[in-house]
Nanobody, 127 residues
Framework: QVQLVESGGGLVQAGESLRLSCAAS????????MDWFRQVPGKEREFVVY????????DYADSVKGRFTISRDNAKNTVYLQMNSLNPEDTAVYYC????????????????????WGQGTQVTVSS
């Protein structure tokens, strides 16, 4: 069982930055690929970024490429999302998710492939 807890969300103005954290309660954090997703009311959960279990492979959604940076510290069981140049379209609840098995590259961006989820943290960007 994996428990995930996100933190770091808040209210910022356009152009500002936030850093989200996702702490995992699991003995073998390095066995899990990690994602960040986000969701706004009435819409499907949207892929933001993927990082492989060792951190060597990263995929960003086009909408955040160049502005967001994911990293992980397996010694601390934590994955981070540095979000710069935020704009109102980034407003959403941000979720981290973990998977121990992804069968294909396309699975990285699919919410249904992730078994473990955090409770989410709200990010609100005002214009």
């Amino acid at each position: 069982q994996v428990q995930l807890v996100e933190s770091g969300g808040g209210l910022v103005q356009a152009g500002e930055s936030l850093r989200l954290s996702c702490a995992a309660s699991v003995r073998t954090f390095s066995f899990y690929d990690m994602d960040w997703f986000r969701q706004v009311p009435g819409k499907e959960r949207e892929f933001v970024v993927y990082i492989s279990r060792g951190g060597g492979t990263i995929d960003y959604a086009d909408s955040v490429k160049g502005r967001f940076t994911i990293s992980r510290d397996n010694a601390k069981n934590t994955v981070y999302l540095q979000m710069n140049s935020l704009n109102p379209e980034d407003t959403a609840v941000y979720y981290c998710a973990a998977s121990s098995f992804l069968s294909s590259i396309s699975d990285r961006a699919s919410p249904r492939e992730y078994r473990y989820w955090g409770q989410g943290t709200q990010v609100t960007v005002s214009s």
